[in-house]
């Protein structure tokens, strides 16, 4: 019976005709309409490839080791040895603070730790005819002596400004005849070479970083690539932002590159070898666990798969779906096991995350 003629038989049942009966019609008719082949759906064949994401991150130019100087004691500036853009070598004296007023109390606590150790040399000297409190007192009085010329010298030594490592001093705010208070920062000395990029990084990406990972660097200020490493990864998140901190380190003979610029980071991490990578909106997420469907001989095969690490829109494949498979990624979320597939495309995966088709 062809479809005509079920339009009129049904038009007929609907108008009453004569010996119709409505229900042996409606039947009649659903037997007659044509039933689904199966689903229309696309497929792709998937195959190993190599699994890796470019980071790009904004970093800012810091030194790699960065101080700010200054007198514990303050007091009277006395000479400054040297002028902002200078290269110090570590320990070189920057500037003298007090240290003339600081020098004669070494002086002073060394005569009379001379004195306590001359008494109590004399007082040893008389044997048994010294008592035993006489000794004692001596004896701690040359302690003293000795710790007062120990502070002193301690005093002294920090009363000269000293460069804590070879650096380049960025900024010195002193001048011969000042005053300073007590801390006042009044120096800066910063290492130049190597240089560091400080980054934050995100949760996702963090885990791709790994110490000694290679990185380009490039800055507006400056043309060209820098090449350097990643130096340290923060093992802890900032509370407030959520990322972790990163720097990276490459080398800076020049100096041309200086703390304060803003700079662009890329790092090419490898995710291991050859693997299988998917997008990740094929993967159906259920009350069953995360899975992919598969083409087997034309019908709709649920398969559990075990995700690793995401490259931006991708995810490493660690279990469940191996080379060969027919993976169907059109048309998968209307799926139930069984169907039957109708393959409209087919193509293999994935390259750069898109599928090629065959032709």
Same mark, same amino acid.
């Given at each position: +019976?062809?479809?005509?003629?079920?339009? %009129? #038989? #049904? %038009?007929?049942?609907?108008? &009453?005709? *004569?010996?119709?009966?409505?229900?042996?019609?409606?039947?009649?008719? %659903?037997?007659?309409? *044509?039933?689904?082949?199966?689903?229309?759906? =696309?497929? %792709?064949?998937?195959?190993?490839?190599?699994?890796? +994401?470019?980071?790009?991150? *904004?970093? =800012? !130019?810091? &030194?790699?080791?960065?101080?700010?100087? &200054?007198? *514990?004691? &303050?007091?009277? !500036? =006395?000479?400054? #040895?040297?002028?902002?853009?200078?290269a110090v070598t570590q320990g070189q004296a920057l500037a003298y603070i007090n240290s003339g007023m600081f020098t004669a109390q070494v002086d002073v606590a060394a005569a009379q730790a001379s004195l306590a150790k001359a008494e109590l040399d004399r007082v040893r000297a008389l044997g048994d005819l010294a008592s035993r409190a006489q000794l004692q007192g001596v004896e701690t009085q040359h302690a003293v002596a000795e710790a007062n010329l120990r502070m002193a010298r301690i005093q002294a030594s920090r009363s000269v400004i000293k460069a804590p490592f070879d650096g380049v001093v960025t900024q010195i705010d002193l001048e011969s005849g000042e005053v300073i208070s007590p801390g006042q920062p009044v120096a800066r000395v910063v290492a130049l070479d190597p240089i560091h990029v400080t980054v934050s990084v995100a949760d996702r990406d963090v885990a791709l970083l790994k110490r000694g990972m290679p990185v380009a660097v490039t800055t507006d200020a400056l043309p060209g690539i820098f090449q350097g490493v990643v130096h340290n990864v923060d093992l802890a998140a900032d509370t407030e932002t959520r990322s972790f901190l990163a720097k990276v380190e490459l080398p800076n003979a020049d100096h041309s590159l200086l703390p304060g610029m803003i700079a662009g980071v890329a790092v090419d991490a490898d995710l291991g070898g050859e693997v299988v990578v998917l997008p990740q909106d094929w993967l159906i997420t259920g009350s069953s666990g995360t899975g992919v469907y598969l083409d087997v001989d034309g019908v709709a095969t649920w398969r559990p798969v075990r995700p690793g690490p995401l490259v931006h829109d991708q995810v490493v494949i660690t279990e469940g779906v191996s080379p060969g498979d027919r993976v169907v990624f059109t048309g998968h979320r209307a799926l139930a096991p069984g169907d039957k597939l109708i393959v409209s495309r087919e193509g293999t995966c994935c390259d750069a995350g898109r599928v090629t088709f065959n032709r």
């Open positions: +019976m062809n479809r005509v003629a079920i339009l %009129a #038989l #049904l %038009a007929l049942s609907a108008c &009453g005709g *004569p010996g119709a009966d409505p229900a042996t019609a409606d039947a009649a008719a %659903a037997d007659a309409l *044509p039933t689904s082949a199966g689903t229309r759906v =696309e497929v %792709a064949v998937v195959q190993l490839s190599a699994a890796h +994401m470019e980071i790009r991150l *904004p970093g =800012e !130019v810091s &030194g790699s080791r960065d101080a700010l100087l &200054g007198a *514990p004691a &303050g007091g009277f !500036v =006395e000479r400054v #040895l040297v002028e902002s853009g200078a």
